[in-house]
């Protein structure tokens, strides 16, 4: 099928904009879902990067698959993605896909559940667009800016919890050890896929997410603004949202919860962490 291209330098805000692309994302997104399946639960063949992080040859076809279809949409949009080498010209583009096309590689490669497709369309260092689909439990998550978050078309917010007692949250061990030194919280098991974490605050299925330093644009960037149109919030101890298609696409530790206990957990984080 042949998209059309993407309005040129038309604000996402507008509704047929908007729409347009949300769409085009949706699209994108089940048929790089689909992509992945037919490699998951088979004999794939995997290798270690440089960094020594997995990666798979369904890691690699997804990869090639959406830069073929999203690049086909607007030939003038930079490209970032964990699975393509990365060149300078993003940098000077207007627009930037940042993609993720197996979010979770380790769980993908055991045959769980817990992984992803994800896709953000940036533009001056924040999220406009953004898709993440899960293709084993088939949840698709869409947003654009000022237009909100559904799944499967259903929109949905973040629980409305304001206290730190009793809140589930999911996250690196050690974080949430330093977490639970300031009030019983209910440990979930850590979700392998971060952008899926991050979501499911987004749903109201955690209270908190937390990651450690280090992910990179390409993990955060969908979730990011998925969980901003639901209302919740994604920021680093310091309470500043991620800027993103920097030269180093690196990010610090990053706290996401409900917008009424995210002060709660910033001062959490600023004692345990600091603001840097």
């Given at each position: 099928?042949?998209?059309?291209?993407?309005?040129?330098d038309?604000?996402?805000?507008?509704p047929?904009?908007?729409?347009?692309?949300?769409?085009?994302?949706?699209?994108?997104?089940?048929?790089?879902?689909?992509?992945?399946?037919?490699?998951f639960r088979?004999?794939?063949?995997?290798?270690?990067k440089q960094?020594?992080?997995?990666?798979?040859?369904?890691?690699?076809?997804?990869?090639?698959?959406?830069?073929?279809?999203?690049?086909?949409l607007?030939?003038d949009?930079?490209?970032?993605?964990?699975?393509?080498?990365d060149?300078?010209?993003?940098?000077?583009r207007h627009?930037v896909?940042?993609?993720?096309?197996?979010?979770?590689?380790?769980?993908?490669?055991g045959?769980?559940?817990?992984?992803?497709?994800?896709?953000?369309?940036?533009?001056?260092?924040?999220?406009?667009?953004?898709?993440?689909?899960?293709?084993?439990?088939?949840?698709?998550?869409?947003?654009?800016?000022?237009?909100?978050?559904s799944?499967?078309?259903?929109?949905?917010?973040?629980a409305?919890?304001?206290t730190?007692?009793?809140?589930?949250?999911?996250?690196p061990?050690?974080?949430?050890?330093?977490?639970a030194?300031?009030?019983?919280?209910?440990?979930?098991?850590r979700?392998?896929?971060?952008?899926?974490?991050?979501?499911?605050?987004?749903?109201g299925?955690?209270?908190v997410?937390?990651?450690?330093a280090?992910s990179?644009?390409?993990?955060?960037?969908?979730a990011?603004l998925?969980?901003?149109?639901?209302?919740?919030?994604?920021?680093?101890?310091?309470?500043?949202?991620?800027?993103?298609?920097?030269?180093?696409?690196?990010?610090?530790?990053?706290?996401?919860?409900?917008?009424?206990l995210?002060?709660p957990?910033?001062?959490?984080?600023?004692?345990?962490?600091?603001?840097?």
């Amino acid at each position: 099928m042949t998209s059309d291209p993407l309005p040129q330098d038309a604000a996402v805000t507008d509704p047929v904009a908007a729409d347009q692309t949300v769409r085009h994302l949706a699209q994108a997104a089940r048929a790089a879902g689909a992509l992945a399946l037919s490699f998951f639960r088979t004999d794939l063949k995997s290798w270690n990067k440089q960094n020594d992080s997995p990666v798979t040859e369904g890691d690699i076809a997804v990869d090639r698959f959406l830069q073929d279809r999203l690049g086909g949409l607007d030939p003038d949009y930079g490209w970032l993605s964990e699975e393509s080498a990365d060149t300078p010209d993003r940098m000077a583009r207007h627009r930037v896909w940042i993609v993720d096309p197996i979010d979770g590689t380790r769980a993908f490669m055991g045959g769980e559940p817990d992984w992803a497709i994800s896709i953000a369309l940036i533009e001056a260092g924040r999220p406009i667009a953004a898709a993440l689909y899960a293709p084993v439990s088939d949840e698709l998550f869409l947003s654009a800016a000022g237009r909100g978050t559904s799944v499967n078309g259903r929109p949905v917010h973040p629980a409305a919890r304001a206290t730190l007692a009793g809140a589930a949250i999911s996250g690196p061990g050690f974080l949430l050890d330093r977490v639970a030194r300031h009030a019983e919280i209910d440990r979930r098991p850590r979700v392998r896929s971060l952008a899926l974490r991050l979501a499911r605050v987004a749903t109201g299925q955690l209270d908190v997410a937390l990651a450690s330093a280090n992910s990179c644009d390409w993990d955060i960037a969908a979730a990011d603004l998925i969980v901003h149109e639901a209302g919740g919030r994604l920021t680093g101890p310091d309470g500043g949202a991620p800027t993103y298609n920097k030269v180093v696409p690196r990010h610090g530790i990053l706290i996401c919860s409900g917008r009424h206990l995210h002060d709660p957990m910033l001062k959490i984080a600023q004692d345990e962490f600091g603001t840097s």
